[in-house]
């Protein structure tokens, strides 16, 4: 018979994330709610991840030392820095309005965004995005705002899709509401 090797017990995997200044976090039952003056975000925990506070940060920690929970800790570290970083700033996408024959007109009032005179289409087409956000039209520029980063995003791609003519040339049918900055990057 074979000698079984007595396995190592792992080490534990740990991450820090720094809570900047004016941002206060809680944790509470698996779910962590991080407040500042551009407003608040919440995110539940993953299983098999802990999370506790410390001084002012937050320590992210698991059991195992395995690459799916080192890679667990990295995604939860990310999104952690993403709702401290628009707790404190805020996330800001800019759309910018491109029409070529027919001239549109764009509204955002309350949390419905209202697109007429799309290509001529006389029904408007309209949406109604997050509480959370906040869209303000200026003149050919749409700017959308939130703590949250992926409800920033989410009502930015919306505009964006509310345009979208399938089946037709981009290239030739330029009209629409594209994004030309993505939460601080200008896209080219």
Known sequence: MKEQ?????RAKFEREVSLTEGVSAVIEQGVIKIKGKHGECQRGIEKGIKARLENSSILIE???NTQ???KKIGSVEAHIKNMVRGAANGH???LKVCSGHFPMNISAA????TVKNFFGEKVPRAFEFSKNAKVTVEGEIIHVESADKEIAGQVAAAIEQLTRRPGFDTRVFQDGCYIIVKDGKELK
Request: aromatic content about 12%; overall charge positive.
């Open 68 to 70: 799916r929970d080192k």
């Open 62 to 64: 698991t059991g195992n």
């Open 5 to 9: 090797k007595a396995k190592k017990p």
């Open 92 to 94: 800001k996408y800019t």
């Open 110 to 113: 309350g949390n419905k965004f």
